[in-house]
């Protein structure tokens, strides 16, 4: 049972809280203040009889100790999620926290470092995703056992505004096209129209393009891992899709893949100018960039593609359902929170089209037999009755 003792060493009085761990080792702690020995042995009874008593030992470990632990456990990544997460851990939490004992690191303390990563100018969203990473450690923590509970709790964190997107016409479209390198010609009208990622564009294998059906089939995706490419399947079920591209686009992929790509079934569909595997990041420093600025489109990003060919997709009838399937979205809601402003001016068409199909009605006057007889502006029943 826990007890607590007195000790007076020279001039200075302290209590000791003795009491036994569930392990039955003894362990004490010493105070200034007896009410805070009492205090400390109620809570610790009190966690034990929880089964929620943790070993202080163990947050003596720092955040940066801890984090190699963590990493070291950690398989349910992809690569390319895992070299991302890493990054923003190195760069926004470690210099913070990396020299910190565990159970030293305190609520106060998180949500000061929210307010700082806000305060240097970040996007709310890259300061909501490294709190929400370093969230993910310190609970990870927790049901380690090392530490009691989380000081991930109740942080205020700066809201996320939803960037403006940007889409081409089809016009626009066909002037990016044309501006482009040649062998990137299919690239930009397959993105644009089929809203292919880039890192599904440069995992597209000559097997999965059916040019025939006017079909490709996404399967496979690039990504850059820390310098080095990676194939892999899709993040989500989703993403693996089939997607039915207008006839012109098909007939240009069908030329692209006569001109630039290998008889291989297993050939990739783009690649770099030299036939290497196409990166991204190269692609976009050596390419896109100077054809984005001769067609005028500066700030165009890649990913507008993908948001051009869902805009058309909407304005050519899709429902959020055909849009999420078109786009490998696993959810009709990512649609609609995204892209749900496009649907209001669809709505507005529609209504347009609507008022021009209406017919107007003739109106007939109920009061055609009054008490002196057939009014004079009655409409006889032969004038409504339907052609036989």
Known sequence: ?????????????????????????????????????????????????????VDPTLGRITFA???????????????????????????????????????????????????????????????????????KVMAAAVDAGIIA?????????????QDEKRFL????????????????????????????????????????????RATVTVLEIATDVSGRLVFGPPKTRAARRTVSLPAPVADELEHHLASYAEPDPDALVFTATKGSALRATNFRRRIWRSAVRAAEFDGLRIHDL????????????????????????????????????????ADVALRERLEAMFVPVVALRTDSCGPSGPSEHAVPSEAVRPTE
């Open 149 to 161: 509970q989380s000081p991930c709790r109740r942080i205020p964190l700066p809201r996320i505004e």
């Open 169 to 212: 016409t089809p016009a626009e479209i066909a002037r990016l096209a044309s501006i482009i390198e040649p062998r990137f010609r299919a690239l930009v009208l397959v993105s644009a129209y089929g809203g292919l990622r880039i890192g599904e564009l440069a995992g597209l294998r000559r097997s999965r393009v059916d040019t025939t």
């Open 306 to 345: 993908r948001h051009t060919a869902v805009a058309l997709w909407i304005a050519a009838g899709a429902s959020p359902k055909e849009v999420a399937r078109r786009a490998g979205h696993t959810s009709v809601k990512t649609v609609l929170d995204v892209y749900g402003h496009l649907y209001d001016e």
């Open 1 to 53: 049972m826990a007890h607590i003792e007195k000790r007076l060493r020279g001039s200075k009085l302290t209590y000791r809280a003795r009491y036994r761990d569930p392990a039955g080792r003894e362990r004490s702690k010493t105070f200034t203040r007896r009410v805070d020995a009492e205090r400390f042995v109620v809570e610790v009874e009190h966690a034990k009889s929880r089964g929620a008593w």
């Open 65 to 135: 100790a801890w984090l190699d632990q963590w990493w070291a456990t950690t398989t349910n990544l992809r690569k390319s999620t895992q070299a991302r997460d890493k990054a923003s851990l190195r760069v926004h939490a470690t210099p913070r926290f990396g020299r910190m004992p565990l159970a030293a690191i305190r609520q106060i303390e998180v949500r000061a470092w929210v307010a700082d990563l806000a305060g240097q100018g970040l996007k709310p969203a890259t300061v909501v995703k490294a709190y929400q990473l370093f969230g």
